[in-house]
């Protein structure tokens, strides 16, 4: 079965400081990439997707990641967090089938 | 368009209870899902339904059933509550294709 690890659960850091989530899946085939967001309270809203093309995607709100095929990982980078990026970030993964795969989410508080 | 609704919000029920979640959308989304949302375990899918009057098992179906009669309404239901389903419960659709998939607010249960 499909699996998709995020490394951390937590994320701790202060504003201005830059940000990487890891993503790593287990499909080898063709799939699709997303990142979802979900803020305190909030339902979970896209911050970006990858179908094909250009491996280095940009999303809403000054986030991007990069599909890196060779190591099945699609890690989410900011350059400069800002207080109102506290939230609980998710990858997932379509492998071709109708279902999302889901990692565990890593919490990211950022401090004023 | 008001997206992607749930019904209700909050809900607590006892042991043995039943009850009807309700998600409707107003996108004319052929697909839709239901996920349970646990600490550190990210979403995971429960059931899910690729067009009117289908409906598939997901990852967690046990404890639950669903249908689609109408392609805009898609009922999770749940015939005798136990405390594992304490959860928070979301719907999503998706368009045919590449699409990611459009999120409701929720549903926050309690079982006791």
Not at chain 1, 14 to 39: I, K, P, R
Not at chain 2, 6 to 14: A, E, S
Request: aromatic share 12%.
């Amino acid at each position: 079965a499909q699996s998709v690890s995020q490394h951390n659960h937590h994320v701790i850091l202060s504003e201005a400081a830059s940000l990487e989530l890891g993503c790593n899946y287990s499909y080898g085939g063709t799939v699709n990439l997303f990142w979802y967001v979900q803020y305190p309270g909030q339902h979970l809203q896209l911050l970006l997707k990858y179908f094909s093309g250009d491996p280095l995607v940009k999303g809403i709100k000054g986030f991007e990641a990069e599909f890196i095929k060779s190591k099945f990982s699609f890690n989410l980078r900011k350059p400069s967090v800002q207080w109102s990026d506290t939230a609980e970030y998710f990858c997932a993964v379509k492998n071709g089938g109708n279902k999302l795969t889901f990692g565990g989410g890593t919490r990211v508080l950022v401090k004023p | 368009n008001a997206g992607v609704t749930q019904t209700p919000k909050f809900r607590v029920l006892k042991t043995g209870q039943s009850m009807t979640l309700l998600c409707a959308q107003d996108m004319n989304h052929e697909y839709m899902y239901w996920y349970r949302q646990d600490p550190g375990m990210g979403l995971r899918l429960i059931h899910y339904s690729v067009g009117e009057g289908t409906t598939a098992k997901g990852e967690v179906p046990d404890g639950y059933n669903v249908s689609r009669l109408k392609k805009q309404n898609f009922l999770l239901g749940l015939e005798s509550a136990a405390p594992s389903q304490t959860s928070v419960y979301f719907c999503a659709s998706r368009p045919d294709g590449p699409y990611e998939q459009y999120f409701g607010p929720g549903t926050r249960l309690t079982v006791t």
